[in-house]
């Protein structure tokens, strides 16, 4: 797999919430590629993400729009990776604690789009989205911070609030 370099993250959900985020990952390599996929979503699509995205905020379970995998699954091996989903597509990503002055908070950095048209899932996503998640465990925290000044970089620029 070719080495992960120069990337940023861009805050999708969640900027403003105490324990959780969403955010997806930028950068030029051939297994990134959820932003553009997001950025040319439908709007009917991207309202269904980013309702996905709330439930999760809200700690609702509800599984048949996204879920993680746990110890027993695929032995272990992607207990921090995740997926949101929708009809014949997901995008994978990985959970993280990036902030530092909160370890509770838990951020979803999304990664991978694929189609899916089987029940059971193709561990080759899972494997490239851990490689990709290792990869970037000593930066994500650094990342995280960047994506939040420019967040608050645009807001100040446009005269938003919080």
């Not at 805050?11 to 919430?17: R, S, T, V």
Request: with cysteine.
């Amino acid at each position: 797999m070719p080495e992960i370099k120069k990337c940023t993250i861009k805050i999708l959900a969640g900027e403003d919430h105490q324990f959780r985020g969403v955010g997806v990952l930028i950068c030029n390599h051939e297994d990134v590629n959820a932003n553009s996929i997001i950025n040319g979503m439908s709007a009917n699509e991207r309202r269904h993400l980013n309702t996905s995205f709330d439930y999760w905020l809200l700690r609702k379970n509800v599984s048949k729009r996204y879920h993680g995998w746990n110890q027993s699954d695929f032995g272990g091996r992607y207990v921090q990776c995740f997926v949101f989903k929708w009809p014949e597509n997901r995008i994978y990503g990985f959970l993280c604690h990036p902030n530092k002055q909160n370890g509770r908070y838990e951020f979803c950095v999304l990664i991978l789009h694929d189609h899916k048209t089987q029940r059971l899932t193709d561990d080759s996503n899972l494997r490239r989205v851990e490689d990709i998640r290792i990869q970037l465990v000593a930066s994500v925290a650094q990342l995280f911070l960047e994506a939040l000044e420019n967040l608050k970089k645009k807001r100040d620029a446009y005269g938003t609030q919080k």
